[in-house]
């Protein structure tokens, strides 16, 4: 048809302004889907799943005054009326929603059809990636070595192998120890024994428990400053740590995907915010007016109210701890906040305070291993300089269980988004939008000596249940009991802090492991309605199951005892 030539002419007419900017385009298969799509890579890298995107990207970069000559020259302005050709939705169906305020229309162009029958049987897959796969789509290489911040710092390039080292302690700086620098550890020149970076501290005589303080390169730099150099080269290099950001101010506000069970299709839209459901999930009749989601209701009243970062009547706040959203008025009797922070009730406020004392502690247990709560601390460069390094040792440790995620599962990226939903939920990352917003995930790791061997995701939902859409273990350590050891862990810090239930997606494949092995059971269908209330992680025809966590009614101090 002439509209289906229009937007062909449109779409190369942009791809041709974007290779001659210097902009490349590759194609690549989405995530579970069985055709690949066009990515439009920029000049730095930067990869883009839309061609609309991408012209919106360089159109920006034009606009903000941060393009060069071969920028300018390629760029050909575009009316606004004629890129909506190529929006998700036509005007047809755009004003069908309006019309209702309830129904997406999902009136989509004839290039996007055969796709939309894919998208609507799987947006997003949990896939088990096996190590003896071969070639991965993604391009991801099995990583055979440790798993340590050592080996972290010397894949990064800030020091390398055979680098000589230094115990110095006291002001005066005095030798007690020299070492050398291997992939397994650091080897004393005394003894030729291999440590660990805590190892060698303890083997120099010295109990001061600071060894990345003490440990200093030939070059008078320690082992703090080589981390937090290594931080910052991780950030910029692997452009890991970002907003999961959706543009709800275009053609387009809404989400493409129902927060309850993770698929895509015909969605209920709220009013007020850009979350979108399935009629069937959300079990209720349509309203003829407007209709506000349980993200925009307060949890004791079921009322919509404005929201604010301060108290009054019709105010709605968020929970930093569950997140779901209450009226002062409706919650004053039970209501805790500190600082800025504002709590539905004195539960979620006590679990938050047991949470910050759990994070970053290392708990030691039996045969050298060792569990840790971390959750990423946000700080810009200069703050970065001047941190306590406990806290950038804990955040180049989410680095490394981001690669043991990496190992265990398939990429999982979000289409409405861009986003690495894995990643981001180990770096806590927030988002605009309910469903992609993992600003309350922590992560629990398991180390041997100091190599991690297992890292898991979790995110609690008050004191009822608490979510772990991801756990793995390298691939070397598997049949071994380490996940045993892990979600031992991960359930005596569960029970100190209150929590009752711990609630996973279980591929297939492993159901009967979770249940045989690890004492998990099917989901009891009043769980399931009370998780239609909160906004978990989802996938398409994956199982819940649930498990019930022993309640000890005792606190986890900084020991582990």
Same mark, same amino acid.
């Given at each position: 048809?002439?509209? #289906? +030539?229009? *937007? ?6 942009? /791809?041709?302004?974007?290779?001659? &900017?210097? %902009? !490349? $385009?590759?194609?690549?298969? #989405? +995530?579970? *889907? ?6 439009? /890579?920029?000049?730095?890298?930067? &990869?883009? %799943? !839309? $061609? ?6 360089? *159109? ?502």
């Amino acid at each position: 048809s002439g509209a #289906r +030539q229009q *937007k062909h002419l449109l779409r190369e007419n942009i /791809i041709s302004m974007l290779k001659n &900017a210097g %902009w !490349s $385009v590759e194609y690549r298969q #989405r +995530q579970s *889907k069985d055709y690949q799509d066009a990515v439009y /890579i920029d000049r730095v890298g930067r &990869a883009y %799943w !839309s $061609v609309t995107l991408a012209y919106k990207k360089f *159109k920006e970069n034009i606009d903000g005054g941060n393009a060069d000559d071969k920028d300018i020259s390629a760029f050909v302005p575009i009316p606004e009326e004629t890129l909506r050709l190529l929006f998700r939705f036509s005007e047809k169906g755009r004003k069908a929603r309006k019309k209702c305020g309830k129904v997406v229309s999902r009136s989509k162009s004839m290039d996007e059809k055969t796709k939309l029958r894919v998208n609507l049987g799987k947006q997003r897959t949990l896939l088990a990636r096996r190590p003896n796969d071969g070639f991965h789509s993604d391009g991801y290489e099995l990583y055979e070595g440790k798993r340590s911040l050592l080996t972290w710092m010397l894949d990064l390039g800030t020091f390398p192998i055979g680098q000589k080292v230094i115990y110095r302690k006291g002001r005066s700086k005095r030798i007690l120890l020299e070492g050398t620098v291997t992939k397994e550890g650091i080897s004393c020149v005394c003894c030729n024994i291999m440590h660990t970076i805590r190892g060698f501290e303890f083997h120099a005589g010295s109990t001061l428990g600071r060894p990345f303080e003490n440990i200093y390169l030939d070059s008078g730099n320690s082992l703090s400053q080589c981390l937090i150099d290594s931080w910052k080269k991780h950030i910029v290099e692997a452009d890991a740590i970002s907003c999961a950001y959706v543009d709800v101010d275009g053609d387009d506000p809404n989400d493409d995907t129902c927060n309850i069970c993770g698929d895509g299709g015909d969605l209920i839209c709220c009013d007020s915010c850009p979350s979108t459901f399935h009629h069937g999930c959300l079990n209720i009749n349509v309203p003829s007016g407007d209709w506000n989601c349980v993200y925009c209701s307060c949890k004791f009243c079921g009322m919509a109210g404005e929201e604010s970062s301060s108290t009054g009547n019709g105010v709605l706040l968020a929970c930093h701890l569950c997140e779901e959203k209450f009226h002062p008025d409706c919650a004053k009797d039970t209501t805790c906040d500190k600082g800025n922070l504002f709590f539905c009730g004195k539960t979620c406020f006590k679990i938050s305070q047991q949470l910050q004392v759990l994070l970053g502690f290392r708990n030691e247990f039996e045969e050298g291993f060792s569990y840790t709560v971390l959750q990423l601390h946000n700080f810009n460069s200069d703050a970065l300089q001047d941190a306590d390094i406990s806290t950038v040792e804990s955040n180049s440790k989410l680095a490394l269980a981001s690669t043991v995620m990496d190992e265990c599962f398939q990429p999982i990226i979000d289409e409405r988004s861009g986003a690495s939903v894995i990643r981001n939920v180990v770096y806590s990352c927030g988002s605009n939008i309910r469903r992609l917003n993992y600003g309350r995930f922590f992560t629990i790791i398991l180390e041997k000596g100091d190599e991690l061997v297992a890292a898991a995701s979790i995110r609690i939902h008050g004191s009822s249940l608490a979510e772990m859409p991801f756990i793995g273990t390298r691939y070397m350590y598997r049949r071994q009991g380490m996940c045993s050891r892990l979600l031992g862990a991960i359930e005596k810090v569960l029970s100190s802090l209150g929590i009752e239930k711990l609630v996973i997606p279980a591929i297939s494949e492993l159901n009967e492991t979770w249940i045989n092995v690890f004492g998990f059971s099917q989901m009891k269908e009043s769980k399931r309605l009370e998780m239609r209330y909160m906004s978990m992680i989802v996938f398409p025809g994956v199982d819940m199951l649930e498990k019930s966590i022993v309640q000890k009614h005792e606190q986890i101090d900084s020991t582990g005892a």
